[in-house]
């Protein structure tokens, strides 16, 4: 299996035309199906093990959804004209102090599609200008377009998922063992 990438390793060149900004919009729309048809065919009592003090799947859960504010305010950026977007709290402290094990999963999963409905409604209204508009990410120190913030959140969401993945992948090996 190939290794994943450290998020704060990764690299981006935005270089797609604006027109892919309805395809992008469908990444976004499509990760709270994508968590809840993973985590339906997943025993419960998995979702909240913790290896290495690493994130448990709901704590990945937890994280996305507590991204959502961070999303909606550069969002509101964008479209004020900001030269420069809000900085990502890269310890994450919201999401450790959540204590997102200790919840049901269902709110998390609730509450994370109702958020990510919003913030795809919102975006469903921006014309093309609008997703060409350039602000600087703080911590990648490089200009991104409002599609290239919308393509780096899906493919957040897409690291995650992939953390779940090897994480369950990992303890069912680990069960049948």
Not at 85 to 112: C, G, I, Q, W
């Amino acid at each position: 299996m190939v290794k994943r990438i450290k998020w704060v390793d990764r690299k981006f060149q935005f270089t797609m035309p604006v027109g892919v900004y309805p395809c992008i919009l469908e990444r976004l729309r499509g990760t709270p199906v994508r968590m809840e048809s993973f985590v339906a065919a997943i025993p419960p009592e998995r979702l909240t093990v913790q290896i290495n003090e690493a994130w448990s799947i709901q704590e990945h859960i937890g994280h996305l959804l507590d991204l959502d504010e961070l999303h909606a305010k550069r969002l509101d950026e964008y479209l004020s004209g900001a030269e420069t977007l809000s900085p990502a709290d890269m310890t994450n402290r919201k999401t450790y102090e959540a204590n997102h094990n200790d919840a049901d999963v269902e709110p998390l999963l609730a509450s994370f599609r109702a958020g990510r409905t919003r913030f795809v409604a919102r975006l469903e209204d921006v014309d093309e200008s609008g997703a060409a508009r350039t602000a600087v990410h703080p911590r990648l120190q490089q200009p991104m377009r409002l599609i290239d913030m919308l393509y780096f959140t899906a493919e957040h969401d897409d690291h995650h998922i992939a953390a779940m993945h090897e994480l369950n992948r990992f303890l069912e090996s680990r069960r049948h063992h």
